[in-house]
């Protein structure tokens, strides 16, 4: 394998990460997947039967299904922000990505309850004594029971403290998922309600937006009862608590293992990513006008439209 891994070929394996780009065989769990190019040098990403056809074999993998659910690409995606916020993505042309531990819930990252450690403890030391004791053909085993122990331990204390260096390595931007506007995320998500902006988008515009960049994952997030599951080693930042089910998140992730920085600016097409801008239902007419003219300021065409919720009814 030449190691290869050109930027069109991961986007080609992150866009068609479930099926064989040859004959459109959907990927199993523990299947082959095999990236490389062709005898034209153009990328490829086949299952067993369709690697005949690289010339060059760039990389192999054991497939695994996403941790995370892709949304439907016309899905319609919401970020409410303070005016302040709203200002701030259009002077940077781009969005901010939060380090993970800087949420205000802790939870984030997490893998379980603190009083339902001893079980994943348990768990693991069992499966790294295993590993330990069954090395791959090739090599030869060597440690005393005491040292599989010691170095299974090791594996354990090692996996602990690498969940607690992720959360300052991991950079997340949240939205909304949801046709209409929603009342309680404009009082979530806003600190001052009558200044208040709402931008909509749709998972396929924000991925372009973003540049179709392969190191961001993009999708929605799964709400666990941690009375009872756990979140996986590699997947804690896909999963949430059931109390914030009602956020209907879905979330962009990437990793920075070198950025001490509370957040990031993510460069953003916003002439693709933004399909229309809200105001507060609770924005005065003149709020509305003030938008309009920072929108002009920037150069932004955007359409700007009083929120929905202030519509009159009839009895």
Same mark, same amino acid.
């Given at each position: 394998?030449?190691?290869?891994?050109?930027?069109?070929?991961?986007?080609?394996?992150?866009?068609?990460?479930? =099926?064989?780009?040859?004959?459109?065989?959907?990927?199993?769990?523990?299947? #082959?997947?095999?990236?490389?190019?062709?005898?034209?040098?153009?990328?490829?990403? !086949?299952?067993?039967?369709?690697?005949?056809?690289?010339?060059?074999?760039?990389?192999?993998?054991?497939?695994?299904?996403?941790?995370?659910?892709?949304?439907?690409?016309?899905?319609?995606?919401?970020?409410?922000?303070?005016?302040? /916020?709203? !200002?701030?993505?259009?002077?940077?042309?781009?969005?901010?990505?939060?380090?993970?531990?800087?949420?205000?819930?802790?939870? =984030?990252?997490?893998?379980?309850? /603190?009083?339902?450690?001893?079980?994943?403890? /348990?768990?693991?030391?069992?499966?790294?004594?295993?590993?330990?004791?069954?090395?791959?053909?090739?090599?030869?085993?060597?440690?005393?029971?005491?040292?599989?122990?010691?170095?299974?331990?090791?594996?354990?204390?090692?996996? =602990?403290?690498?969940?607690?260096?992720?959360?300052?390595? #991991?950079?997340?931007?949240?939205?909304?998922?949801?046709?209409?506007?929603?009342?309680?995320?404009?009082?979530?998500?806003?600190?001052?309600?009558?200044?208040?902006?709402?931008?909509?988008?749709?998972?396929?515009?924000?991925?372009?937006?973003?540049?179709?960049?392969?190191?961001?994952?993009?999708?929605?997030? /799964?709400?666990?009862?941690?009375?009872?599951?756990?979140?996986?080693?590699?997947?804690?930042?896909?999963?949430?608590?059931?109390?914030?089910?009602?956020?209907?998140?879905?979330?962009?992730?990437?990793?920075?293992?070198?950025?001490?920085?509370?957040?990031?600016?993510?460069?953003?097409?916003?002439?693709?990513?933004?399909?229309?801008?809200?105001?507060?239902?609770?924005?005065?007419?003149?709020?509305?006008?003030? !938008?309009?003219?920072?929108?002009?300021?920037?150069?932004?065409?955007?359409?700007?439209?009083?929120?929905?919720?202030?519509?009159?009814?009839?009895?």
């Amino acid at each position: 394998m030449t190691q290869r891994f050109t930027e069109e070929l991961r986007i080609l394996a992150y866009e068609h990460h479930d =099926e064989c780009v040859s004959c459109g065989y959907k990927f199993q769990e523990g299947d #082959t997947s095999h990236l490389g190019y062709d005898v034209d040098d153009k990328p490829l990403y !086949v299952c067993d039967k369709c690697s005949n056809k690289l010339l060059e074999t760039a990389l192999r993998y054991f497939f695994q299904n996403r941790p995370y659910e892709i949304p439907p690409d016309g899905s319609k995606l919401w970020r409410y922000m303070d005016f302040t /916020k709203y !200002v701030s993505m259009l002077s940077t042309k781009g969005l901010y990505f939060t380090r993970a531990d800087c949420f205000q819930d802790t939870f =984030e990252g997490a893998k379980g309850l /603190k009083k339902n450690k001893e079980k994943w403890d /348990k768990f693991y030391l069992y499966f790294f004594r295993e590993a330990i004791k069954n090395p791959p053909k090739g090599h030869e085993f060597r440690y005393s029971g005491n040292e599989v122990e010691k170095q299974a331990k090791r594996l354990l204390n090692d996996l =602990e403290h690498g969940g607690e260096l992720r959360k300052k390595q #991991t950079y997340i931007n949240c939205w909304h998922e949801n046709e209409h506007e929603s009342e309680a995320m404009w009082r979530l998500y806003s600190s001052i309600l009558d200044y208040a902006i709402a931008v909509r988008t749709s998972y396929k515009n924000l991925y372009y937006a973003l540049g179709r960049n392969p190191s961001i994952n993009i999708g929605r997030v /799964k709400y666990i009862d941690f009375q009872k599951k756990y979140a996986g080693v590699n997947n804690s930042f896909w999963y949430k608590r059931k109390c914030f089910e009602y956020e209907m998140e879905v979330r962009a992730i990437f990793m920075n293992i070198n950025n001490p920085n509370k957040g990031e600016i993510i460069p953003c097409d916003l002439s693709i990513l933004v399909e229309e801008v809200f105001v507060s239902p609770s924005a005065s007419s003149w709020f509305i006008q003030l !938008v309009n003219d920072v929108n002009e300021k920037y150069g932004v065409k955007i359409k700007v439209s009083p929120s929905e919720l202030i519509q009159e009814p009839f009895y």
